[in-house]
């Protein structure tokens, strides 16, 4: 029977051992294939070549583990299974090329109290599929059922890893299921890092704990019924400090859901039919309950609520943007107790549901919908003029402002009128002077939205235009802070299109698992002091540019060559993010600005915008492909591996593209998507990215400074 005592118990203590900075996450086990007992699994039977370890049982097609060891799993097998006998640890099964089908119970078990690592192989791909019978709910009379593909009882710790591919299609009932800590069986875990997971589940849950599930790393993709990815107790996405997973879930009931709730770092991506994000678990009374967002960068599309705690809800670092459902008492951001924001980027679209209080300490805000204070009468913005306008500032240090938009007021903060958004409207949001600081597309109806960045500038007045017409004016101000009544602040600020979330599948253009803040420059990418030992460069009058700064010079050229331009106010914004539509104009402006087909496909082009025929030409010549949603994401902040992608195919469709440099002497070349190593090869090998520390840090943006820098060292 299950302790809920000491359920709590850990997960308190999980929960103290993260905030204190004491890693608790178990490592991958290291392995020797050279000494493993290798399983082919057929229909006719399982085949063994013998190694050094000989604990395991056969009979017909079902293979029993009860004995320390590596196995390597192979071959195809219409009805077979894999079980750890329980109690039995330091087990790992190496899946190279396994594709297992079960007829009754789980491909894989992990009995209680066992220790397991499944890795999937370098560049292995694995399908494991159970079939209707496989449901202890529906065929009670079915003893082997195990209700899971991949299944981990009560006390046993299971890690998926690997640099391969694991395919989870569950007809049954669950993708993935670790089990519950327990006095008797002790304490149980579930983890995924580094490892390509993608989990069909089309009866009930994608990838569900009983107890404790980190997704550290790699990527996960979930498609289910009803939870996509939910732990009963402590989720744990990414790790502070760590670029993170890419976890996607492309369609769900409700989209992640536990009881204590924390993302420290990754791109994680919700559609959800009803609550996109949650921290909750009817079975629990008496605990707070908890969603912790403090890196990384979210996306929820819900039909419900975008985010919602029975408990609290705090942001202190990241991008999260969200969209409810716009009708009803759903909201974007919902939570039991006031809301906090003291860090990141903030983007809440839907309605104003119950209403949002902030609490005590967090920074100010103006929120329009229903009951809320707007600005002033709306003032018109012009489009921005060019690939330099914009660029988001990623960075997590400093404090949130939230400014939330409606339409124009009967005077300025006086009470506002209704915002009116349809799906598909193009959102942006402009500074004084009419550049684009903030840009989005609303993928719902809306009649509320909340904007905070932590480039906000207090006292500046922004307008917010909907498909380009002004909608409503806010000036950026100093709020209370104090929770409870929408409406008493009035803070906007800078910004662009936060970065973009992967679409299913792997596509050339996706971005990587992570968003770790752009790498300080190395010695590799400053600026070389001028021969005769004089000054550094003139920053071509950019107020934001220093002299002195090791960008300075590869402004000056950009600016020069008309590649770039400033973002308005005398200013060039070096650490903002450089966005796809920038890196495209620019691309398409060296390529002599040629004419172009209509018809790329991309929803989120619209004709007539200043990246339309850079868009559209980049995809006509394979230089970008988009997303599976048939989104391009204009405004979305560019990976550097991304940059390299498109700088590389730039190259190749002028046959200047030269031969790959090893990235093995980088720290972190495992963490370059595939689709990029030869792009990231090439960079290198070019003098284009140098990297910092012995890292190449490909999953981090690039700052509009950087993308001016590796322009110069590309073309000058």
């Known amino acids: 029977m299950k302790s809920k005592s000491i359920h709590t118990i850990l997960a308190l203590a999980l929960a103290a051992a993260l905030l204190a900075g004491f890693c608790v996450f178990p490592v991958s086990a290291g392995y020797d294939t050279s000494g493993a007992t290798a399983f082919v699994f057929s229909d006719g039977g399982i085949a063994v070549t013998e190694g050094n370890y000989t604990g395991y049982k056969l009979e017909g097609t079902a293979l029993t583990i009860n004995g320390a060891g590596v196995y390597v799993l192979s071959g195809s097998c219409a009805d077979g299974s894999v079980k750890v006998k329980k109690g039995t640890t330091g087990v790992t099964l190496l899946l190279d090329g396994l594709t297992l089908t079960s007829a009754t119970t789980a491909p894989i078990c992990c009995n209680k109290s066992t220790e397991v690592t499944v890795v999937a192989a370098a560049g292995s791909v694995n399908t494991l599929t159970d079939s209707a019978y496989n449901n202890d709910d529906n065929y009670p009379d079915n003893e082997d059922a195990e209700s899971a593909v991949v299944k981990a009882k009560d006390g046993a710790k299971l890690t998926l890893c690997g640099t391969g591919t694991i395919n989870v299609i569950a007809n049954g009932k669950n993708g993935v299921k670790g089990g519950a800590t327990t006095e008797d069986e002790g304490e149980a875990s579930l983890t995924v890092k580094e490892l390509t997971l993608h989990i069909t589940a089309p009866v009930n849950d994608g990838l569900k704990s009983d107890q404790e599930l980190n997704i550290l790393s790699g990527t996960v993709t979930v498609s289910a019924a009803d939870d996509g990815i939910k732990s009963d107790y402590v989720l744990n996405i990414g790790a502070a400090g760590t670029a993170g997973p890419v976890v996607t879930v492309t369609e769900s009931t409700e989209g992640i859901e536990a009881a204590t709730l924390n993302i420290y770092s990754g791109s994680v991506t919700v559609h959800a039919a009803d609550d996109g994000i949650n921290a909750a678990n009817s079975d629990?009374?008496?605990?707070?309950?908890?969603?912790?967002?403090?890196?990384?960068?979210?996306?929820?599309?819900?039909?419900?609520?975008?985010?919602?705690?029975?408990?609290?809800?705090?942001?202190?670092?990241?991008?999260?943007?969200?969209?409810?459902?716009?009708?009803?008492?759903?909201?974007?951001?919902?939570?039991?107790?006031?809301?906090?924001?003291?860090?990141?980027?903030?983007?809440?679209?839907?309605?104003?549901?119950?209403?949002?209080?902030?609490?005590?300490?967090?920074?100010?805000?103006?929120?329009?919908?229903?009951?809320?204070?707007?600005?002033?009468?709306?003032?018109?913005?012009?489009?921005?003029?060019?690939?330099?306008?914009?660029?988001?500032?990623?960075?997590?240090?400093?404090?949130?402002?939230?400014?939330?938009?409606?339409?124009?007021?009967?005077?300025?903060?006086?009470?506002?009128?209704?915002?009116?958004?349809?799906?598909?409207?193009?959102?942006?949001?402009?500074?004084?002077?009419?550049?684009?600081?903030?840009?989005?597309?609303?993928?719902?109806?809306?009649?509320?939205?909340?904007?905070?960045?932590?480039?906000?500038?207090?006292?500046?007045?922004?307008?917010?235009?909907?498909?380009?017409?002004?909608?409503?004016?806010?000036?950026?101000?100093?709020?209370?802070?104090?929770?409870?009544?929408?409406?008493?602040?009035?803070?906007?600020?800078?910004?662009?299109?936060?970065?973009?979330?992967?679409?299913?599948?792997?596509?050339?253009?996706?971005?990587?698992?992570?968003?770790?803040?752009?790498?300080?420059?190395?010695?590799?990418?400053q600026?070389?002091?001028?021969?005769?030992?004089?000054?550094?460069?003139?920053?071509?009058?950019?107020?934001?540019?220093?002299?002195?700064?090791?960008?300075?010079?590869?402004?000056?050229?950009?600016?020069?060559?008309?590649?770039?331009?400033?973002?308005?106010?005398?200013?060039?914004?070096?650490?903002?993010?450089?966005?796809?539509?920038?890196?495209?104009?620019?691309?398409?402006?060296?390529?002599?600005?040629?004419?172009?087909?209509?018809?790329?496909?991309?929803?989120?082009?619209?004709?007539?915008?200043?990246?339309?025929?850079a868009v559209l030409w980049a995809a006509e010549n394979g230089i970008v492909e988009g997303y599976a949603d048939g989104t391009f994401r204009p405004g979305a902040a560019i990976t550097r591996e991304q940059l390299a992608a498109l700088l590389h195919r730039y190259s190749v469709l002028n046959g200047t593209a030269d031969e790959n440099a090893d990235l093995s002497a980088f720290t972190d070349a495992d963490a370059v998507s595939a689709w990029a190593e030869d792009a990231l090869g090439w960079a290198v090998g070019a003098g284009l990215l140098r990297g910092s520390g012995g890292r190449l840090n490909p999953k981090a943006t690039a700052t509009r400074a950087q993308l001016a820098q590796i322009l110069m060292n590309y073309l000058a």
């Open 284 to 525: 629990l009374t008496n605990y707070d309950f908890s969603c912790a967002i403090s890196g990384g960068t979210v996306y929820v599309d819900a039909q419900g609520d975008g985010i919602d705690s029975n408990g609290s809800l705090s942001i202190s670092g990241g991008t999260v943007e969200v969209y409810s459902a716009s009708s009803g008492d759903n909201s974007p951001l919902d939570a039991e107790s006031a809301v906090s924001v003291t860090g990141g980027t903030v983007l809440a679209v839907g309605a104003p549901g119950m209403g949002v209080s902030f609490a005590q300490g967090s920074q100010s805000y103006v929120m329009f919908g229903s009951g809320a204070m707007g600005g002033g009468p709306g003032m018109g913005g012009q489009q921005p003029g060019g690939p330099g306008m914009g660029g988001w500032n990623n960075s997590s240090a400093g404090a949130a402002e939230l400014m939330a938009f409606g339409g124009p007021g009967s005077n300025p903060g006086g009470m506002g009128a209704g915002l009116s958004v349809s799906a598909g409207s193009t959102l942006a949001i402009l500074d004084a002077d009419g550049n684009t600081v903030y840009s989005a597309t609303a993928v719902r109806a809306a009649s509320m939205a909340l904007f905070s960045s932590d480039t906000l500038t207090g006292g500046e007045s922004y307008t917010l235009t909907v498909n380009g017409t002004a909608a409503a004016t806010a000036t950026a101000a100093t709020g209370s802070g104090a929770g409870g009544n929408p409406g008493d602040g009035t803070q906007s600020g800078t910004g662009t299109e936060p970065p973009a979330q992967p679409g299913a599948g792997e596509q050339p253009d996706q971005p990587g698992s992570g968003d770790e803040p752009p790498a300080p420059p190395t010695e590799g990418e």
């Open 527 to 613: 600026t070389t002091p001028p021969a005769d030992g004089g000054q550094a460069p003139a920053a071509s009058g950019f107020g934001d540019v220093a002299a002195g700064a090791w960008y300075a010079e590869a402004v000056a050229y950009v600016s020069e060559t008309g590649l770039m331009q400033g973002v308005g106010g005398g200013s060039f914004d070096p650490n903002g993010a450089a966005s796809r539509a920038m890196v495209a104009a620019i691309l398409y402006r060296l390529a002599g600005s040629p004419a172009v087909s209509c018809g790329a496909g991309f929803s989120d082009v619209a004709e007539g915008q200043w990246y339309t025929d």
